[in-house]
């Protein structure tokens, strides 16, 4: 197996062919996505795909020459291998613009030596030297996916910065991979043997997020049945991670900024001081210089957390980390059985839209998409979300099976808002919500499943667990 991955499309007409190019290609460790025609393949490089090469079926079209000739003639500048092409025809294909023509029958063996030669060869590099191009060194597992070079300057500066042991302040929108980051900077350090404690300031009111943080002694207030240590102590020795920090009430932020000068506090209903060796990582999503200048975040508080300030950009930003990450969420949710082929015009759609939710935003699209294995409902949401921000959308495809398919699609997309709203309505009481939309509890439960509906609340827990 390579050390190093390359992404290769694989371009055939025949289902079996491409298959076989999938598993021989992937058992070497590269990603693979594949496409029935030219045309498709191009549309996709149109839209920006990032791959190291293309494989080509030699039988994928008849003007396969002249199709190869275009895309180079137009600035097509990726590798290509051609397979079940000799003579005189590999001669023509080489004219226009292959790299590698290899005869049928093709051996697996030497179709990756080759396309491991033309990649390199492109790259400039010597064919002994493989560069690993993950965002994030292979022996630190922190679950992050990326091949852009926005995020390698992300982690580069965690690199610097890991072993500092100073505050780390994280901005970023919201769905951006924040919390990976803030895991990385800890299993980059010198604490990485300690425990990481992650507390969302945002998921908690103000009383309780005191006593999450700082814990209470037992009578400090009705409940306080037993004394509870907080997260600071938890996370003595190691790191703790306070994430949408600029939604933390601005009375608690001078405790917090007490902990940071005095490396002590007091427990809710505490007399005694209790003190703490934590490295602070916050996380951001908010311009906290504005919230200063309307007085709802301590200045003090800002410099003293603001040492290093590492910006995680938008997914819109770095799209060629959609593809890796489409496969990483299709492998995740697809434990169960086999990972769905998704088309050539899905990819592209996923490649144009701006998500601005991020990663989160895709991870619950590519999750949908495993569970209702129905790429229609999936570009026509993406189609909903794109003219809800403005843009303009591309026309909608019309199914084959007519007008009365629309109309169930439409109708299974109402209902799936329907029933989301009710659950946030009644605190996802799935009872209550059942009785309120007028159905029994086992029909809504099949209407969760069927719509691909997820608790966020299940997420949270994942999240913080």
Not at 53 to 61: E, Q, S
Not at 173 to 179: A, N, R, T, Y
Request: aromatic share 6%; with cysteine; proline share 5%.
């Amino acid at each position: 197996m390579m050390e190093r991955e390359f992404a290769v499309l694989v371009i055939g007409d025949e289902e079996r062919t491409r298959s076989r190019l999938r598993e021989a290609l992937g058992a070497s460790g590269w990603r693979v996505c594949t496409s029935s025609s030219v045309d498709e393949a191009l549309r996709l490089l149109g839209a920006g795909a990032p791959f190291d090469a293309l494989v080509l079926d030699a039988g994928a079209g008849a003007n396969g020459v002249e199709e190869l000739r275009r895309w180079r003639n137009g600035g097509g500048r990726l590798p290509v291998v051609v397979i079940g092409a000799a003579g005189e025809a590999a001669q023509e294909l080489l004219a226009g613009g292959a790299n590698e023509c290899i005869a049928s029958p093709w051996e697996e063996g030497r179709l990756a030596a080759a396309i491991q030669k033309v990649v390199l060869a492109a790259r400039h590099l010597p064919q002994n030297e493989v560069r690993e191009n993950r965002a994030i060194a292979p022996d630190v597992d922190v679950g992050f996916v990326s091949v852009s070079e926005a995020m390698r300057r992300v982690f580069e500066m965690v690199d610097r910065v890991a072993d500092a042991d100073v505050p780390v302040m994280i901005r970023g929108e919201s769905g951006v991979g924040k919390d990976v980051v803030a895991r990385a900077i800890h299993a980059r350090s010198q604490r990485r043997s300690g425990p990481f404690v992650k507390i969302n300031c945002a998921a908690l009111p103000s009383e309780l997020l005191e006593s999450e943080l700082f814990g209470h002694e037992k009578g400090a207030f009705t409940g306080a049945h037993t004394e509870k240590p907080g997260k600071f102590e938890l996370a003595d020795g190691g790191t703790i991670f306070l994430d949408e920090l600029g939604e933390m009430p601005v009375a608690l932020q001078a405790k917090l900024l007490q902990v940071l000068q005095d490396e002590e506090f007091y427990r809710v209903g505490g007399r005694k001081p209790i003190r703490v060796d934590a490295r602070v990582v916050v996380a951001t999503n908010r311009e906290l210089e504005a919230e200063i200048e309307r007085q709802r975040f301590r200045e003090d508080l800002y410099y003293r957390l603001n040492v290093v300030s590492v910006r995680v950009p938008p997914l819109r930003e770095r799209k060629e980390d959609i593809l890796p990450l489409v496969e990483h969420f299709i492998a995740k949710y697809a434990e169960d059985g086999d990972p769905p082929e998704i088309r050539p015009e899905v990819l592209r759609r996923f490649l144009e839209h701006d998500w601005p939710g991020n990663v989160r935003e895709l991870e619950n699209m590519v999750r949908r998409l495993v569970v209702l294995g129905d790429e229609k409902l999936v570009l026509e949401e993406l189609t909903v979300r794109s003219g809800a921000r403005g843009e303009v959308p591309p026309p909608p495809a019309i199914p084959e099976e007519g007008l009365k398919e629309i109309g169930r699609r439409a109708a299974m997309l109402a209902e799936r808002e329907a029933i989301e709203q009710m659950l946030k309505l009644t605190g996802w009481n799935k009872r209550k919500a059942a009785a309120r939309l007028k159905i029994s509890y086992k029909a809504l439960l099949y209407k969760i499943k069927e719509c691909g509906i997820c608790d966020p609340r299940l997420a949270h827990a994942r999240e913080n667990g």
